[in-house]
């Protein structure tokens, strides 16, 4: 009976919530006795593994069946699926050197006013959210004024307040608090240049911006190059940076916001090695499965731009996580960037808006 009925949900799921739940973390409920939690074996056998393609094809230039090879510009093998117009894998694009600089960008830089964070709605606008995490500081929501607080706390940004941690016992028990490195964990995404509205789904031009960065501007456009119409440059006006920690998900979607689509979305792998789903133009559509290491780039432009995709899994074991070289680069450096990206991916999407 019991078993008849899980059939049945399986049944209802589309193709690519099944695979969704294929690949996410599930833990192993049969060893509740040991402290440390356990995950689940996941059969990874079918999923595309474009750096042991790259190697195959370097070796004796054989690749698999549906997949096409392209060298861009820029020297990097770059492979193409051809069940999907449109779609790239640059696997390895960024050096060990630009990885560890838009992670550091990607936490100290990007999340700072006026770029808008997964934050705002609640605590208001957040200067130095890295640098107060390192310095162990704790947010304190200050004494109600004698004017009601805003139900939108980024319109009332004086309600909260970053102090030393040894400040919190003397300002009272009633107020909350949450410490920095508390928030820097729960910190899921960044807007760059253009701000995105998420609770209207459309690009807000009214709200405060900052253009995107000169370097990351050159680097989207020399990335973007080989998935651009003939003769056209692309010109980034917007991005969203993702922030992933362990069980951390990305449902499947489309990224439909944008007004000219044969214009591709670059997207930059920081961090962590994941599992990205790539599927059709409706759920029911079977997804492609392949590994997203740290320095991968993927460009979605064209058909591509209007097929289903995701991210269900992080890889934060060492075994499985592959970011010994990131690992070494900041043992030399800051160990609080060490401690962030060992259970962290980061994932950096550029966008020609208009």
Request: hydrophobic residues 35%.
């Amino acid at each position: 009976m019991y078993g008849s009925d899980k059939v049945s949900d399986e049944l209802e799921l589309t193709a690519f919530r099944r695979a969704e739940k294929k690949y996410k973390l599930y833990y192993d409920s049969t060893l509740k006795n040991k402290k440390k939690k356990v995950p689940r074996g996941v059969d990874l056998s079918e999923v595309l593994d474009f750096k042991s393609i790259l190697q195959s094809f370097n070796s004796n230039c054989q690749i698999p069946a549906g997949i096409v090879t392209l060298e861009n510009h820029s020297g990097h093998q770059m492979f193409c699926l051809e069940n999907c117009p449109g779609f790239y894998f640059i696997p390895g694009a960024l050096s060990v050197e630009e990885q560890c600089k838009w992670i550091k960008e990607s936490l100290i830089s990007f999340p700072q006013p006026p770029n808008r964070t997964n934050h705002n709605p609640f605590y208001g606008p957040m200067n130095d959210l890295f640098v107060a995490a390192k310095e162990k500081k704790v947010l304190v929501e200050e004494l109600a004024s004698s004017s009601p607080p805003s139900m939108d706390s980024s319109l009332d940004p004086k309600r909260w307040k970053l102090v030393e941690e040894q400040e919190v016992s003397s300002i009272g028990k009633g107020c909350k608090t949450i410490s920095a490195s508390v928030l820097l964990r729960k910190l899921r995404w960044s807007t760059l240049g253009l701000q995105f509205e998420w609770s209207k789904r459309n690009y807000d031009v009214s709200l405060p911006h900052n253009k995107i960065p000169d370097a990351l501007c050159g680097l989207a456009k020399r990335l973007a190059a080989p998935a651009m119409p003939p003769g056209e440059e692309f010109k980034p006006e917007a991005a969203i940076v993702n922030y992933f920690g362990l069980g951390d998900t990305l449902g499947g979607h489309l990224d439909d916001m944008e007004k000219d689509w044969s214009k591709p979305i670059v997207s930059l792998s920081l961090g962590c090695k994941a599992i990205f789903l790539l599927g059709g133009k409706c759920k029911e559509d079977p997804p492609v499965a392949m590994f997203l290491r740290s320095g991968d780039v993927v460009l979605m432009a064209g058909e591509a731009r209007e097929c289903y995709h995701g991210v269900p899994r992080i890889f934060t074991d060492e075994e499985n996580a592959e970011i010994s070289a990131l690992e070494l680069h900041f043992s030399k450096e800051d160990n609080c960037f060490l401690d962030y990206i060992q259970t962290s991916r980061i994932n950096i999407n550029i966008r020609e808006v208009f």
